[in-house]
């Protein structure tokens, strides 16, 4: 079946450093995607979602990439914090489910 | 605002024994969604809740997994006759009436089966 999946399980970068998290989506129907960050015994939290009529949208430190010619979404994180260490998740949505289908998840190490 | 509240935060069972997850959504909120998740694992669907009704169960086991939101109270998840293998975090997300794309979750259920 069609899921949401991550290229890397996990991620160790500097501290200062960009990180880049990615995503690759087979749901050609997907139209809403959205990136949660779960910390060790915590629920999910939402960083930054885009709908598919975009290619870019930033937050603050954040940046979600979209690029629907090769179904693939990344998260850009600015000057990487120790505080930024979790595990961070892409999740797609519309496409005629309900709800959100979520990858496996990146695991984001910083080092000193 | 209080967001997604969950309880128990930690629920330990013993195998054939039943288990009571509840999720009071955020205010205003009014679409419920259950998922599962394994160590080092996603999310997984498990049934999407409004008030009275069950809109999507396609995610749940067939036996054993029921759940509710009624009118008045907390959404349950109930787990009946347990197995080492329900031995899982249980999240609990909301969503407003306008959308059912971003989720709120709670901080989750982890349930330890014996």
């Known amino acids: 079946g069609e899921s949401v999946g991550l290229h890397l399980p996990t991620l160790s970068v500097q501290e200062g450093d960009n990180s880049i998290i990615n995503c690759a989506y087979s749901?050609?129907?997907?139209?809403?995607f959205i990136w949660y960050k779960q910390e060790s015994g915590k629920g999910p939290q939402f960083i930054i979602d885009i709908r598919s009529n975009m290619d870019k949208r930033q937050g603050q430190r954040v940046t979600v990439l979209l690029n629907k010619t090769v179904k693939h979404l990344s998260l850009q994180i600015a000057a990487t914090q120790p505080g930024d260490s979790a595990v961070y998740f892409c999740a797609e949505g519309g496409g005629g489910a309900d709800g959100l289908t979520f990858g496996k998840g990146t695991h984001l190490i910083i080092q000193p | 605002n209080a967001g997604v509240m969950q309880n128990p935060r930690h629920l330990v069972r013993r195998r054939g024994q039943e288990a009571r997850l509840r999720c009071s959504p955020m205010k205003g909120h009014s679409h419920v969604y259950w998922y599962r998740q394994l160590p080092e694992e996603g999310l997984k669907f498990m049934v999407y809740l409004q008030k009275e009704n069950i809109i999507d169960e396609s995610g749940m086991p067939k036996e054993r997994f029921s759940a509710e939101f009624p009118k008045e109270g907390p959404s349950i998840l109930r787990i009946q006759q347990v197995v080492r293998g329900d031995s899982a975090a249980y999240f609990c997300?909301?969503?407003?009436?306008?959308?059912?794309?971003?989720?709120?979750f709670g901080s989750g259920t982890q349930l330890s089966v014996l």
């Open positions: 749901n050609s129907a997907s139209d809403y």
């Open positions: 997300a909301s969503s407003p009436p306008s959308s059912n794309e971003k989720l709120f």
